[in-house]
């Protein structure tokens, strides 16, 4: 089946450090979100991206979706102690289930 | 506008014990799903409906049924709970199954002893 590795699946970073997590799928996606989840909360949705090679921004966070809509990541710029939290990806191919990595959980060190 | 409700938001079922995990969106959302959340495995997709009356498995469906009688509602049926189905159960919701990101629920977290 579809398969979404997610990696490094804990960061511990010095606030004001910059921090990313990556994303790999063993198959070509037809899109990929990526997701917020603070501890004891539920999944927030941040962004999806389509495009082979898009690159989006919001504010310090810049999400990539690579040329063969394989992989993404997910780099935060100086990270703020609010950054806190589990990051998941999820991939979809066609019209298929949305598949989750396994998460990167961020913790910060004031 | 509530969004997606779950209830309730804790449970401890005993062994062999059958229960259902409500959810609930008022945004119109054609698309709703379960995952089950356990430590270091991510979320993993129970069962989904792509709208009224249909519903299909996912990745873990063993051990649950689910129903969709209305566009408003997803309920889970546990049938006979094992210590296995410890977990945080999520319901999400979005307009369609391909475009729109998904918005979850609070979560129900569930102890089966």
């Known amino acids: 089946g579809q398969q979404v590795m997610q990696i490094p699946q804990y960061q511990h970073v010095q606030e004001g450090e910059d921090f990313t997590t990556y994303c790999n799928s063993s198959?070509?996606?037809?899109?990929i979100q990526w997701y917020k989840q603070r501890p004891g909360g539920h999944p927030v949705f941040l962004i999806q991206?389509?495009?082979?090679?898009e690159v989006k921004k919001q504010k310090r966070l810049t999400f990539q979706f690579g040329e063969a809509k394989k992989n993404s990541s997910l780099h935060i710029t100086a990270t703020q102690t609010t950054d806190v939290g589990t990051y998941f990806c999820?991939?979809?191919?066609?019209?298929?289930?949305?598949?989750f990595g396994q998460g990167t959980r961020l913790t910060i060190n004031p | 506008n509530a969004g997606v409700t779950q209830t309730p938001k804790f449970q401890v079922l005993k062994t062999g014990q059958s229960m259902t995990l409500q959810c609930a969106q008022d945004?119109?959302?054609?698309?709703m799903s379960w995952y089950r959340q356990d430590p270091g495995m991510g979320l993993r997709l129970i069962h989904y409906?792509?709208?009224?009356?249909?519903?299909d498995q996912g990745e873990v469906p063993n051990g649950y049924n689910v129903s969709r009688s209305t566009t408003e509602d997803f309920p889970l049926r546990l049938l006979s709970a094992a210590p296995s189905q410890t977990s945080v159960y999520f319901c999400?919701?979005?307009?369609?199954?391909?475009?729109?990101?998904?918005?979850f629920g609070s979560g129900t977290r569930l102890t089966v002893v």
């Open positions: 999400a919701s979005s307009y369609s199954s391909g475009t729109q990101g998904y918005t």
């Open positions: 198959t070509t996606l037809s899109n």
């Open positions: 991206l389509v495009k082979s090679g």
């Open positions: 999820a991939g979809r191919r066609g019209a298929q289930k949305l598949v």
């Open positions: 945004m119109n959302h054609e698309y």
């Open positions: 409906s792509v709208g009224a009356g249909i519903t």
